[in-house]
């Protein structure tokens, strides 16, 4: 594969911002990678069913209003709002009803009524509903009181969607409100965009596959499921490259193969400067963007650039490093890669916190917390078991970061903190 040019921001790692003791701050080292992605290219046609989760990558118009006609918002009896009583009581006579899907046939005149369903068509000369438990039946009469307002609980045609209108616009990701909508239209197919495909792989010698024997000093590869489930959850399709030794040439093929066949290429471990680390000595041969030391916990160096064409994010091999690393700053691109025009909103909810977490300033942390609802409507958190960064179990028990900023110090029970909640993150 041929050196890509290298781009703007390329210089010698070295001397890289995020180097040596000025650490790139997390928001920076975010805009920096989210200002080399670009959507993909393609789209497909599918089935509404079928997109759930996908792209719009045209934008949905309507042929037709909704709703197609007025109709009634309650169910009770329509009649025209100027036959109201200004005061006292009006009895007017019922000649038909209007079901939904199923219209009063003829017109209403005045001084008359019709009992009418919710969802059901007004007929002519009807403008206006009034609830039923507000009518009194004397036989076939309706009575009705003064106090209600003309064109009341009517819903007009076209009031939730106009013929010709752009029903949802280009870049919508589609989520389970929006393909009711589309079905609102009578529309059945969509265009979407290609799901981009990502590739990952391990590095490390001490990894071995699950069925595999372990020798001594060898643990199972669990980052590549983590990231796996990571990447499946954002809609990519995963190429799942395995397992890659730190040998120069292993992971120079690795590399290949990866940028032949992926947009994206996430690998976990082999960016230390340790001396089996080759993923940034590789990465450097394609034209590197940027090698940082980014002032997060847990995360330690994070290598990002571009191989050929597809992006190139290099974690941390510490398995919480990983996943932290992975919302933090992979997120973010890869959703903007999918070409989700959806502003990426990361919740923050304060919550008191009960435990003790130790925290030196300098880094932004992540660390992993139970969060739960108070009594009183508040939210309390407490910190989830160890928190090294390579117990996984952290994750698996906390439901929430708690994230405590830059400069912040050891935090004391009775404190206020934010919290990243893990639903909607992951
Ligand atoms: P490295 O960044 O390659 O130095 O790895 C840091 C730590 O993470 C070491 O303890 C590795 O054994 C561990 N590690 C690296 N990759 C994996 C993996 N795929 N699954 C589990 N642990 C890993
Ligand atoms: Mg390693």
């Given at each position: 594969m041929k050196k890509t040019t290298p781009l703007p921001a390329d210089v010698d790692p070295c001397d890289q911002?995020?180097?040596?003791?000025?650490a790139l701050r997390l928001d920076e080292a975010r805009a920096r990678i989210l200002a080399e992605v670009r959507p993909v290219e393609g789209s497909e046609t599918l089935d509404l069913r079928a997109a759930l989760g996908r792209v719009l990558s045209a934008p949905v118009r309507s042929?037709?209003?909704?709703?197609a006609h007025d109709n009634s918002a309650m169910d009770g009896y329509a009649l025209?709002?100027?036959?109201?009583?200004?005061?006292g009581e009006k009895a007017f006579p019922v000649i038909g009803t209007s079901w939904a899907g199923r219209p009063f046939e003829g017109a209403v005149r005045a001084g008359e009524c019709i009992r009418i369903m919710t969802g059901a068509t007004l007929p002519e000369g009807v403008d206006t509903i009034v609830m039923q438990e507000h009518v009194r039946r004397d036989g076939d009469m309706a009575v009705i009181a003064s106090g209600h307002r003309p064109g009341q609980h009517r819903r007009l045609a076209g009031e939730d969607i106009r013929a010709g209108d752009v029903a949802l616009a280009a870049g919508t990701l589609l989520m389970p409100a929006h393909l009711g909508l589309i079905a609102s239209i009578g529309t059945g197919r969509v265009e979407v965009r290609r799901r981009p495909r990502v590739a990952i792989f391990s590095t490390g010698d001490e990894l071995r596959g699950i069925g595999e024997e372990l020798g001594e000093g060898q643990i199972y590869d669990s980052n590549r499921y983590s990231l796996h489930g990571m990447a499946t959850r954002l809609g990519l399709e995963v190429l799942d490259l395995g397992v890659v030794r730190d040998t120069r040439e292993a992971t120079q093929a690795a590399f290949e193969e990866a940028a032949a066949r992926a947009d994206a290429i996430v690998t976990s471990g082999g960016?230390?400067?340790?001396?089996?680390?080759y993923v940034v000595e590789t990465l450097q041969q394609y034209g590197q963007v940027g090698f940082w030391k980014v002032a997060m916990k847990p995360g330690k160096p994070i290598a990002f650039g571009r191989v050929g064409r597809a992006l190139f994010f290099g974690l941390p091999g510490n398995p919480v490093s990983v996943m932290a690393t992975f919302y933090q700053l992979v997120q973010p691109a890869l959703r903007k890669l999918t070409g989700?025009?959806?502003?990426d909103l990361p919740i923050l909810l304060k919550a008191t916190c009960q435990s003790k977490l130790k925290k030196k300033p300098g880094r932004l942390e992540f660390q992993r917390g139970i969060l739960e609802r108070a009594a009183d409507g508040g939210y309390l958190v407490r910190s989830a078991s160890?928190?090294?960064?390579?117990?996984l179990r952290s994750m698996t028990e906390a439901n929430c970061f708690i994230v405590l900023p830059l400069e912040q110090e050891t935090v004391h029970p009775g404190a206020e903190v934010e919290v990243q909640p893990f639903a909607g993150l992951v």
């Open positions: 911002p995020g180097h040596g003791h000025a042929a037709v209003n909704v709703p025209a709002g100027t036959d109201l009583p200004d005061d960016v230390s400067v340790g001396e089996a680390d989700s025009a959806e502003a160890h928190q090294g960064a390579g117990v």
